[in-house]
């Protein structure tokens, strides 16, 4: 393993903040929305078109008659929808509002002959054109869910506006109709029927035709996003997962986490020469990559060019997740982006490895007892095991995973027991019972994939919830003294979030805002397991490895973050399906460093 930072290749171009969005289209979104926003006020209160503000109203794309309202309504909340695709450059986004503000433009002059109107759309317009070069960005990973999660968005804000515009003209209403007929009012409005609310005059109409094109932008939107081309998210090609296990074989003594790299739910960017590669996934607009670039050290500065290359092609927002200090170094070297510590990673040499002393008290006393229970551990490479053996374990690992969700990405290989994967390592509890269960006599797993040639990394913990309690440290005590017979010198246990804070805030000196600091995230522990998964990986009295996070701005922070929840499973934006639904891939993904889980916490 070569050390120390490597030079700046003379062919690699210096990226100095990254694909940061460009003025001219954060201006124009919010341009954009806010004329959007305009519009909608326009089409929806009668108060706002004829109060005092009516002469600022009267230069508004639309117009204010029976179909006055709806054309406003539509252009506002269709400028509103491209405002988010305007401000991050997108093509499509750029041609959709050069033909909608024309429209309005048009309508302008014909509805209500406003010539004032008409300019405020080609005023907006002009910018769009002279940079169109800005507006690039190719578009991002989908598929045809979206179509039904906006049919859920839009049908729920169409009801909640169409709501405001039934209630808005109570001196029109005739009579005094319940909260029920307003809503299967707005209900049939929607579909293009008369519903059971009346108004005086030309009311009635207004309020049709603009439920009507909420209903209308609703379906259009909608068969939109589920007949357009699909853009399915990249996943690792057989040729790229040989391409990435030659580097491993090479170079991936170098970060404990490069294996985790093969999962086939990332993509992959290689250097030129091929001598180093990037993967990554794409969430929620963030090219969210892991760990430290695969590959010759001296490679890995055009890898990172080709990411940020793609990146800003897409206009995605950049970030690395839990990179090595000098993975931090290139990067913020090579692109201009900035790092921040995130947490460490336990590290346990074998050698210096004992459950002598007093400091292992507790794990010898546990692992003592457990094995008194009748419990015996087995430690094997995956390619020793038979296939029913494998295909019990997978079974047994999908049922007990403790959360609907599976979680994993920087930490985990989602998969187990995979034909090419032959050189992970397998620790497995046995108890032989009375009755025996669906899944025989086995009671806890712990699985390990290569850290180079002589180490290995904890990918996934499970256990049989009627098991004693410390299965998991009986397993990683039996994985530690089993690893030199298979040459592993070092095993890479797990991720402690903010660890440094927790073990500075505990301490006596510790200043008011360390303490305050601490104190947070032990109370964020009660969800996300901050401060228990500490002091698990500290039982083992391992040495710590600082991680960063890569990052393009403090802004950019919090949508990272999101966006890491999302990839590590802590989120789910998708729509829930019931258990029997789910798709089993009979190889569960999990992230053995984030357990929300009793698998976690001392006896």
């Avoid at 269960?437 to 009671?443: Q, S, V």
């Avoid at 500490?534 to 890569?550: G, T």
């Avoid at 966006?563 to 499973?569: I, S, Y």
């Amino acid at each position: 393993m070569s050390g120390g930072v490597p030079p700046r290749s003379s062919r690699v171009r210096r990226i100095v903040r990254g694909p940061r969005p460009e003025a001219v289209p954060s201006l124009v979104a919010r341009a954009c929305a806010l004329v959007g926003l305009l519009d909608v006020a326009g089409g929806v209160f009668p108060r706002f078109r004829h109060s005092r503000m009516h002469s600022f109203a009267e230069v508004l794309p639309g117009s204010f008659g029976p179909f006055a309202a709806a054309l406003s309504l539509s252009a506002g909340v269709l400028l509103l929808l491209l405002a988010h695709g305007l401000r991050r450059g997108k093509r499509r986004a750029w041609r959709a509002s050069v033909v909608l503000l024309p429209a309005g433009a048009i309508s302008q002059f014909v509805y209500r002959h406003s010539i004032v109107g008409a300019l405020i759309s080609v005023a907006l317009l002009v910018p769009l054109l002279v940079h169109r070069d800005q507006f690039k960005a190719l578009p991002d990973p989908r598929s045809r869910w979206r179509a039904l999660a906006n049919f859920v968005l839009m049908g729920a804000g169409s009801l909640g506006l169409g709501l405001v515009i039934v209630s808005v003209h109570p001196g029109r209403l005739i009579g005094d109709p319940s909260l029920a007929d307003r809503i299967t009012h707005v209900l049939y409005g929607l579909f293009g029927f008369e519903g059971p609310v009346d108004y005086q005059g030309n009311t009635s109409w207004t309020v049709a035709f603009s439920l009507g094109a909420l209903g209308w932008i609703t379906a259009v939107t909608t068969i939109y996003l589920a007949f357009r081309p699909e853009h399915p998210a990249a996943r690792l090609t057989e040729e790229d997962e040989s391409r990435l296990r030659v580097l491993l074989d090479k170079h991936g003594r170098r970060d404990s986490l490069g294996h985790f790299a093969l999962r086939r739910d990332k993509a992959v960017v290689f250097s030129p020469s091929g001598k180093a590669a990037v993967t990554y996934r794409v969430v929620s607009g963030v090219m969210l990559a892991s760990g430290d670039p695969i590959g010759d050290v001296e490679a890995w500065p055009g890898a990172i060019e080709r990411f940020m290359d793609e990146a800003k092609a897409h206009s995605w927002t950049p970030a690395v997740m839990g990179c090595s200090e000098t993975g931090g170094e290139v990067w913020t070297r090579e692109t201009g982006l900035d790092a921040l510590e995130l947490g460490d990673e336990a590290v346990v040499d074998v050698a210096d490895f004992s459950l002598a002393g007093r400091a292992m008290r507790n794990v010898r006393q546990m692992v003592k007892r457990i094995e008194r229970a009748g419990y015996e551990t087995r430690v094997r490479r995956v390619r020793d095991l038979g296939e029913a053996e494998l295909e019990r374990i997978r079974r047994a690992a999908e049922d007990w995973r403790g959360t609907d969700t599976e979680r994993g990405f920087s930490m985990a290989l989602g998969r187990v027991g995979d034909a090419s994967d032959g050189d992970c390592l397998i620790a497995t509890a046995h108890k032989a019972d009375e009755v025996p269960g669906e899944y025989g006599d086995l009671k806890a797993i712990l699985h390990f994939v290569p850290w180079g040639p002589d180490g290995a990394s904890l990918d996934l913990m499970r256990r049989d919830r009627s098991a004693d309690p410390g299965m998991n440290e009986l397993l990683i005590v039996a994985a530690l003294q089993a690893a030199p017979k298979f040459g592993i010198t070092r095993v890479s246990l797990n991720f402690a979030m903010f660890r440094s804070a927790l073990a500075r805030g505990e301490k006596i000196g510790a200043g008011p805002v360390l303490r305050a600091w601490r104190g947070l995230l032990v109370f964020l522990s009660r969800w996300f397991q901050i401060e228990s998964l500490y002091k698990f990986n500290a039982k083992f009295q391992p040495r710590w490895e600082p991680r960063f996070v890569v990052y393009r701005a403090s802004a950019d922070l919090p949508r990272i973050g999101f966006a890491a929840m999302q990839a590590e499973g802590f989120v789910s934006l998708a729509l829930p399906l019931p258990r029997f639904l789910r798709r089993r891939s009979g190889a569960p993904r999990a992230c053995a460093h984030a357990v929300a889980e009793r698998d976690v916490r001392a006896a």
